[in-house]
């Protein structure tokens, strides 16, 4: 094999590892209770961003980093997730913390005294 071929094969093993990684972080396994949960939420978020049919199985092969070469068009398709899921992630955390203001406030009232607005009083 020549150098010209290794470095070839380098950046395709280095675009499916980039891939993988950006597969596991746009559908964790955590937030779809399976692996087959988040390949099958990916499948649903990819195919219809990509002019190729994708399968689920396409999906597995890039989560499981055995895919041999990684479409231009996924790889965008999977940045886009990684968007989604930030800007998701983002509103999740802005109601957490609403919700924790909010019983910060209410204790903070409690032990003041004062009624709690909301509380029924």
Do not use: C, W
């Not at 398709?77 to 913390?97: G, S, Y």
């Amino acid at each position: 094999m020549s150098d010209k071929d290794s470095a070839k094969r380098a950046k395709v093993m280095s675009d499916a590892f980039y891939a993988q990684n950006l597969l596991k972080e746009a559908f964790p396994e955590s937030r779809y209770g399976s692996v087959k949960g988040a390949i099958f939420a990916a499948y649903r978020f990819v195919s219809p961003k990509v002019t190729k049919e994708v399968t689920p199985r396409r999906i597995r092969s890039i989560r499981d980093g055995t895919a041999r070469r990684i479409d231009a068009e996924e790889m965008e398709a999977l940045k886009a997730a990684i968007i989604e899921e930030a800007h998701r992630e983002q509103q999740e955390l802005r109601a957490r913390l609403a919700a924790l203001d909010k019983k910060v406030a209410a204790f903070a009232a409690r032990s003041s005294g004062e009624p709690v607005a909301g509380s029924g009083e």
